[in-house]
């Protein structure tokens, strides 16, 4: 009964995730039950396809179970509500975000304040706030969407699979760079301290061994979440709004060590994005002071780079939680719903 199967999944993912896995099972017996009763012996894909055409549309017999009860947003109205608060959100949350980069990494007069993180989320309540206000007067009127309604073929049901996996390869890799770099800073002091001894000149990162425990911090974060994430095998909103809250953190890191890194190197005669190079000898016999200005200056560039990936990355999972939650798999406008005898 692959068709079946592939009809109670398109009706469940327009379905709550609380009441879903029920209304799957009792859809599902339902319509095997239809089926026997119909036909003799071993059903064929054409009398799956008649059976389906007969329930309707996924999104008719999912709205169905919406009904009969009380609505802020009729589920009429809910596809398109759901469209609007996804399309709004996302500008908003990606214009806000790629403004804040900009400013970080291209204007080093700017001074970045915890109260952007109060107004932005401010204005993502206030956003929401809106779109709602305007479907309640929409439905209040009574403002019903209206189309023609078109043949429905149930071959066009999509497969069931599984929307949200993650990479477990990619997961491994990560894991276990981050428990390596972690036990790197872990040791390092010990191990400069045993280079020292050896009377070797060792050139390091002031700032890097300054922030140690918070870099070490945001590592293990990272590496715990990969560890849960690997254990449940695919994505949960859950995981992706905890996610993002690790990576909003690693961005304050990134965004603190860009900044002290800059206000050391400017200090040291080396402030600019490449005024670097201007310290270097002509014979290019470099000297303890500007070894360590190179290095620190490349440690500054690594963090700008992880700082723009990371709001990337910031960026696609928020589009991925705002598609899931407000967009539905396929927006299709909803048609009256009858009701089932």
Same mark, same amino acid.
């Given at each position: ?6 009809y109670?999944?398109?009706? *469940? ?5 609380k ?5 799957e099972?009792e859809?599902k017996?339902h319509l095997?039950d239809? &089926?026997d009763?119909?036909?003799? *012996?071993?059903?064929?894909e054409?009398?799956e396809i ?7 549309p ?15 947003? $009729?589920p009429d &109205? ?5 469209m609007v608060m996804g399309i709004?959100l996302?500008v908003l949350?990606i ?5 804040? *980069?900009?400013?970080?990494v ?7 304040d915890v109260?952007?993180?109060f107004?932005f989320?401010?204005?993502?309540i206030?956003a929401?706030g809106?779109?709602?206000l305007v479907?309640?007067v929409l439905?209040y ?12 073929d149930?071959?066009t049901l %999509?497969?069931?699979v599984d ?6 390869n990619?997961?491994?890799v990560?894991?276990t760079?981050?428990?390596v770099?972690i036990?790197?800073?872990l040791f ?5 301290g045993l280079?020292?001894a ?5 050139v390091v990162?002031p700032?890097l061994?300054q922030?140690l425990?918070l870099?070490?911090?945001a590592l293990l974060?990272?590496?715990l979440?990969?560890?849960v994430?690997?254990w449940?095998?695919?994505w949960?909103?859950a ?5 993002i809250?690790v ?8 965004? &603190? ?6 206000a ?6 080396a ?11 002509e014979?290019?016999d470099f ?5 360590q ?11 700008i780079?992880?700082?723009i ?8 999972l ?6 899931n939650?407000?967009?539905?798999? $396929?927006?299709t406008l %909803? ?7």
């Amino acid at each position: 009964m692959n068709l079946i199967d592939r009809y109670v999944h398109d009706v *469940g993912r327009r379905l709550p995730r609380k009441k879903r896995a029920d209304i799957e099972v009792e859809l599902k017996s339902h319509l095997a039950d239809s &089926l026997d009763d119909r036909v003799d *012996g071993e059903p064929t894909e054409e009398d799956e396809i008649e059976l389906l055409k007969e329930f309707g549309p996924p999104a008719k017999v999912a709205a169905s179970y919406r009904e009969g009860s009380g609505y802020l947003i $009729s589920p009429d &109205l809910y596809p398109f509500f759901r469209m609007v608060m996804g399309i709004v959100l996302l500008v908003l949350v990606i214009v806000q975000l790629v403004l804040l *980069g900009v400013l970080l990494v291209f204007d080093p007069s700017y001074t970045f304040d915890v109260a952007w993180f109060f107004e932005f989320f401010g204005g993502l309540i206030s956003a929401f706030g809106s779109v709602v206000l305007v479907f309640v007067v929409l439905q209040y009127f009574g403002v019903r969407p209206e189309m023609e309604e078109e043949p429905w073929d149930p071959r066009t049901l %999509p497969e069931v699979v599984d929307e949200d996996p993650v990479s477990s390869n990619g997961l491994l890799v990560e894991i276990t760079f981050g428990v390596v770099l972690i036990a790197v800073l872990l040791f390092l002091p010990d191990i400069l301290g045993l280079l020292f001894a050896r009377g070797l000149d060792v050139v390091v990162n002031p700032i890097l061994q300054q922030n140690l425990p918070l870099v070490i911090t945001a590592l293990l974060l990272g590496v715990l979440l990969n560890v849960v994430l690997l254990w449940r095998g695919q994505w949960t909103t859950a995981t992706r709004l905890v996610k993002i809250g690790v990576n909003i953190f690693v961005i304050g890191v990134f965004y &603190l060590l860009i900044v002290e890194h800059t206000a050391w190197l400017t200090a040291n005669g080396a402030g600019g994005l490449f005024t670097v190079f201007e310290n270097f000898p002509e014979n290019g016999d470099f000297s303890f002071e500007t070894s360590q200005i190179l290095v620190v200056w490349a440690f500054r560039l690594a963090f700008i780079v992880a700082f723009i990936v990371t709001i990337v990355d910031t960026v696609k999972l928020i589009y991925k939680l705002l598609r899931n939650t407000f967009f539905p798999a $396929s927006l299709t406008l %909803p048609v009256p719903v009858e009701d089932k005898e």
